[in-house]
């Protein structure tokens, strides 16, 4: 759907489009044309969690004749959340939010306080038209693209991730811990061996692997994934993925799936045999992956930081590889529509559990 409005004083176009997963020519063409664009932006990285339930993948493009904006989203049916069954109706009230991982807007041209305003105007206006009650937006922390839309969303900087520069294979070795390094030192020496590729039978491998790890760390359901999850990586980003491996003694006892597009590479998903953790794979394995990323002309390697934004076991582990990193994560919320929003808030005060004080955002979707 393409809106084109004129102003006729100043004799120039404003054009929104909305684009669909279905049209994956034209999404692909428009986020191509973007410098900065990443994996996350792919329709082919959206469809996978599509499968998952996470809503219907949306590509918004703004265009005038200062700038040109796109933004990804997961369009959610909030009549769908069984905490709201029979109490809306089905296909009315929406709410969106940035695909699993990392996106927001990325803008180009001439960005004025003018030009953002007119994006706001319009985006906000198809949003509220086509019911769409709230957007919460996790930015990109290499990107940095928070910057930009100040003035668009109420932004809240939550915490440090850990990026590797790949200039240079000597710059990322100077950059990990001397602690670090004696551990990938260690791990070569005790003859784990890193390798990779997309073969279906690896992603077989990495189910099995995964599911044992989650199990281990007594993961929400949200992080398990059906096999329909993973054939879309595997067909859909066949050209933006792969499955980097560590073999001791001819068995696979650590997997990390990588994922990555336009010089920029991402840590995705992990997994690991518990019972070779003192052989330190993964640790061998990222920094392999970082010197593959150099090879292949990569710039970025995002870790990403610990859990829940904090500074805890998991970012330590992270910060091991980059002490110089210094990338924030930030995201951003926004009401369009504050009397309906204020509206599915009652309807959830009325259980008796719901803390109205809480800090999530949609408070309505908030877990008791």
Same mark, same amino acid.
């Given at each position: ?23 994956? %020519? ?5 986020? =191509?044309?973007? *410098? ?13 969690? =599509? ?17 040109? +904006?796109? @933004? /990804? ?37 001439? /960005? ?11 985006? &906000? ?19 940095? @693209?928070?910057? @930009? /839309? ?37 791990? =070569? ?8 590729? !997309? ?19 007594? +993961? ?6 059906? *096999? ?9 980003? *066949? ?6 491996? +560590? ?24 997994? &690991? ?14 920094? %392999? ?20 934004? =904090? ?8 910060? +091991? ?26 309807? !959830? ?15 309505? !979707?908030?877990?008791?």
């Amino acid at each position: 759907m393409d809106l084109v409005k004129t102003n006729n004083k100043e004799k120039y176009k404003r054009i929104l489009s909305v684009i669909t997963i279905d049209e994956i %020519e034209k999404w692909g063409n428009i986020v =191509k044309s973007f *410098k900065d664009f990443d994996v996350y932006y792919h329709s082919g990285y959206t469809r996978a969690f =599509k499968i998952h339930g996470d809503g219907e993948p949306t590509l918004i493009y703004y265009e005038d004749q200062d700038i040109k +904006a796109i @933004n /990804v989203v997961m369009k959610r049916d909030i009549s769908m959340d069984s905490r709201f069954t029979g109490k809306i109706p089905p296909n009315t009230y929406y709410d969106i939010t940035t695909p699993y991982g990392y996106g927001g807007f990325l803008i180009e041209g001439k /960005v004025t306080e003018e030009s953002l305003k007119s994006l706001d105007h319009e985006y &906000s206006s198809i949003c509220k038209n086509e019911g769409i009650i709230s957007e919460f937006v996790r930015f990109h922390p290499v990107l940095n @693209n928070s910057e @930009n /839309v100040n003035d668009i969303y109420d932004i809240y900087r939550l915490g440090k991730t850990i990026t590797m520069n790949l200039y240079s294979q000597d710059q990322v070795w100077s950059n990990i811990t001397s602690k670090n390094r004696n551990v990938i030192r260690k791990a =070569k020496k005790s003859g784990v061996e890193i390798y990779w590729g !997309r073969q279906p039978k690896l992603f077989d491998e990495f189910i099995n692997l995964y599911n044992a790890t989650m199990d281990k760390d007594n +993961a929400k359901d949200y992080y398990y994934f059906k *096999k329909e999850f993973y054939d879309s990586i595997l067909h859909d980003l *066949k050209y933006d993925s792969l499955m980097f491996y +560590a073999v001791y003694e001819k068995k696979i006892i650590a997997m990390s799936m990588i994922l990555y597009s336009n010089q920029q590479m991402h840590y995705h998903l992990s997994a &690991s045999d518990r019972e070779y953790l003192h052989l330190a794979p993964t640790n061998l394995l990222l920094y %392999e992956a970082a010197c593959w990323g150099c090879e292949n002309g990569f710039k970025t390697f995002h870790l990403g930081g610990g859990l829940g934004s =904090k500074e805890d076991s998991l970012y330590k582990f992270k910060k +091991a590889f980059n002490r110089n990193s210094d990338s924030i994560f930030s995201i951003g919320k926004k009401v369009f529509d504050q009397e309906k929003y204020d509206e599915l808030v009652t309807i !959830r005060s009325k259980e008796v559990n719901f803390d109205i004080e809480i800090p999530f955002f949609p408070k309505y !979707r908030a877990s008791e």
